[in-house]
């Protein structure tokens, strides 16, 4: 079964602050998507990466993707207190109906 | 584009009672999704269709669980008998294959608790 690791599981930071999160996966896999959710809220796309080597940036949100070494991460710049939010990520066997495998997730809060 | 819809948003029962949740996915979306999400976990997938198919259903416990997509449209979720561990949130998604992204869409979920 794959498996999908995420840390940290709790990030406490201070606004405009930069930190990382880690996404890692235990099988090959080319297509990582991470998403966001709200307290109470369903999950929201933030990125989809498609390739090995993908960089994405939306807004504070940046994500890459190494598929060789099996690792995705999600960079936060400058953090604000809209980001606080539960972060997953979920990697997708694409010859297994595209299903998808989340991650634990991170509990972000950012602290005014 | 309306986005996936479900209903209802909230239920409480009992244990040993049934529940039933709807979903209607995004128009032209092939594949719908159940996933079972408890509180401080990343969601679990419970079942897959494609069209009127199931595609995978290995982590659904299905002597308790079932679902059907009725003409490959709509789907339902049902719970006979509930119990206590079933508590969580019920999301369905949908996704449209044939394009790269394959990116699966989020409803808003149907949040059980059963007492």
């Known amino acids: 079964e794959l498996k999908v690791e995420q840390n940290p599981l709790f990030l406490s930071m201070q606004e405009g602050k930069n930190y990382t999160i880690y996404c890692n996966y235990s099988t090959t896999s080319d297509r990582l998507y991470w998403y966001r959710q709200d307290p109470g809220k369903s999950l929201e796309s933030l990125f989809v990466?498609?390739?090995?080597?993908a960089v994405k940036q939306e807004g504070r949100l940046m994500a890459s993707l190494d598929t060789k070494a099996r690792l995705s991460t999600l960079h936060i710049t400058a953090a604000v207190h809209d980001l606080s939010a539960t972060y997953f990520c979920a990697v997708a066997r694409r010859y297994a109906g595209n299903q998808f495998y989340f991650g634990t997730g991170t509990s972000l809060t950012v602290i005014p | 584009e309306a986005g996936v819809a479900q209903s209802p948003r909230y239920k409480i029962i009992e244990k040993r009672q049934s529940v039933a949740f709807w979903c209607n996915p995004i128009s032209g979306h092939a594949t719908l999704y159940w996933y079972q999400q408890i509180l401080g976990q990343g969601p679990k997938l419970l079942i897959q269709?494609?069209?009127?198919?199931?595609?995978?259903d290995s982590q659904l416990p299905k002597d308790r669980f079932s679902a059907e997509r009725l003409k490959g449209v709509d789907s339902t979720l049902k719970i006979q008998p509930a119990k206590l561990e079933d508590s969580a949130v019920y999301l369905c998604a949908s996704s449209r294959l044939g394009q790269g992204r394959h990116e699966q869409y989020f409803g808003p979920g149907t949040r059980l608790t059963v007492t």
């Open positions: 990466l498609l390739s090995n080597g």
């Open positions: 269709f494609q069209n009127n198919g199931v595609v995978d």
